[in-house]
């Protein structure tokens, strides 16, 4: 059975108890808006699920709750916003404590993953998409991001313990 190591230590079954994997979703935290991207079952095909707007807390935890529950989600994979040097600012501490709020509220592992230059892949991917709808990119950015924070997850695991 493959496993997976979380943030913390934990060491999290991409097998679920029944014997087959279970859906992956992806965040891109930021402080207005929460770009969401999940798997399929067998974790191979990636999908831009939504751009959540920041709200309560209460009623963030319940919306993901319900997409966790539809997607079958067993993985959270939460964005670590390191510094270009490798070394962690302000949005990396709250990203983790982000991360650390849903595993309680949602009952949910999490892995941290590096998001170095996801903003900005997602901005190139958008315009050579989008070249003239700017209201559209600005929409669409933040689970584009989701989608290649899932991506480099599927390809490079999770961040390392001591690494940011």
């Known amino acids: 059975m493959e496993a997976v190591s979380t943030s913390g230590g934990a060491v999290v079954p991409a097998l679920c108890e029944h014997g ?17 991207a999940v798997t399929d079952a067998t974790r191979e095909y990636v999908f831009p699920r939504d751009t959540m707007l920041r ?24 964005g670590l916003p390191v510094n270009a040097d490798g070394t962690e600012g302000p949005m990396a501490v709250a990203a983790r404590k982000y991360a650390a709020e849903l595993t309680a509220a949602l009952h949910i592992p ?31 950015r933040d689970r584009v991001a989701a989608v290649i924070i899932l991506r480099t997850f599927l390809e490079h695991g999770p961040v390392a313990e001591g690494d940011p």
């Open 110 to 140: 999490h892995v941290l993953v590096d998001e170095r230059y996801t903003s900005q892949e997602a901005e190139e991917y958008l315009r050579e998409t989008h070249p003239k709808d700017t209201r559209k990119r600005r929409h669409m």
């Open 55 to 78: 709200s309560s807390s209460a009623e963030e935890m319940e919306h993901l709750q319900v997409l966790c529950r539809e997607d079958e989600v067993d993985l959270l994979a939460v």
């Open 20 to 36: 087959f994997m279970r859906a992956v979703l992806s965040i891109d935290y930021g402080t207005k808006r929460v770009g969401l």
